[in-house]
């Protein structure tokens, strides 16, 4: 996935801009939905959250279509089976158990869902022919949207372990003539690499501390070896300490924009108010985060 030029050669018309953050609690969705909120065009907004996904409460989208979300799993006729237990040694991640035969006792085959990635490998080879694949549901997918902004978010099903084959379905929905802002997981593991992945820009959400700092080295790491181009955002930037700053300026990581702590951010988050909306001077520093990314895509893509 890449920007579209415009026709007339005056330069790209959309970005995928996802925004990440390697640790909980950084302010990645208050980045994100101000961000939506801060933009005049059309913008479609992925929640890839899909664990606990939150955008919704401050963009309030008026939810127009949802539908379910399937991954497809094994189901074995036994009356077929001959417990050779070929579907147990190609399955890497040891969703399937055979029981093999005895003297005395019949075969079985204990087909686990939960730990299924749908890769389709025991149905494919399995020597009797006796493995199809069915759907099971894993979560929900919900579109909507409020005023320019159009919204798509996944619900994942509780006790489901697997978040990316719901992050790909999110992802489906991309439209390629929009500017597309992704609010990603935090972390630096497979649901934050399924939901980054494609992105012109990565926003890596941080705060001056400690345990913010020792997270972002990893999301900086992560970034570099997928090739992605990101800037960081330092929120709360004036609590903690200055170790952030020192770390991005040794590292060449240009700091895009800072958010002071405020009482006043704080309590409008916790109504579900986004700060661009709380406070409309801030929509100025957006429109500026937005216009720098704009300019490193550019330049990125006149190589």
Same mark, same amino acid.
Do not use: W
């Given at each position: ?68 979300v399937h991954i497809l799993v094994p189901e074995v006729d036994e009356t077929n089976c001959v417990f050779c237990g070929k579907c147990q040694r190609v399955c890497a991640y040891n969703a399937i158990a055979v029981i093999p035969s005895g003297t005395k006792t019949t075969g079985k085959v204990l087909v686990f869902p939960e730990l299924c990635?749908?890769?389709?490998? %025991? ?9 199809? !694949? ?7 997918? /919900? ?16 006790? !489901? ?5 719901? &992050? ?9 003539? $929009? ?5 990603? =997981? ?15 820009? %990565?926003?890596?959400?941080? /705060? ?34 200055? $170790?952030?700053?020192?770390? %991005?300026?040794? $590292? ?6 800072? &958010? =002071? ?5 704080? !309590? ?16 100025? !520093? ?18």
């Open positions: 996935m890449s920007g579209v030029r415009r026709p007339d050669g005056q330069g790209i018309i959309n970005m995928i801009i996802s925004v990440a953050s390697g640790k909980g609690g950084t302010g990645k969705t208050t980045v994100s939905t101000s961000l939506a909120f801060s933009l005049t065009g059309e913008v479609q907004f992925l929640d890839c959250d899909v664990e606990e996904p939150n955008a919704h409460i401050f963009i309030k989208p008026a939810v127009k279509k949802t539908e379910s990635h749908a890769c389709g490998a %025991c149905s494919y080879l399995c020597p009797q022919k006796c493995i199809k !694949e069915v759907k099971r549901e894993i979560g929900v997918l /919900e579109e909507g949207d409020n005023a320019n902004i159009r919204f798509i978010h996944g619900r994942l099903n509780i006790g !489901e372990a697997m978040a990316p084959p719901l &992050i790909r379905a999110v992802k489906k929905r991309i439209d390629n003539t $929009e500017t597309v802002i992704i609010d990603a =997981p935090p972390g630096t593991s497979c649901p934050v690499i399924s939901s980054i992945q494609g992105s012109d820009f %990565c926003i890596l959400v941080t /705060e001056p501390t400690p345990f913010g700092l020792n997270d972002l080295i990893l999301a900086v790491e992560v970034l570099r070896k997928m090739g992605i181009p990101f800037g960081v955002v330092v929120n709360r930037s004036d609590l903690g300490n200055d $170790e952030t700053d020192t770390y %991005c300026k040794k $590292e060449n990581v240009p700091i895009m924009m800072r &958010i =002071p702590f405020r009482k006043e951010i704080a !309590e409008a988050y916790s109504r579900g108010v986004p700060v661009a909306e709380a406070f409309p001077e801030y929509k100025k !520093e957006f429109r500026d985060l937005f216009g720098k990314i704009k300019k490193i895509i550019q330049k990125g893509r006149d190589k």
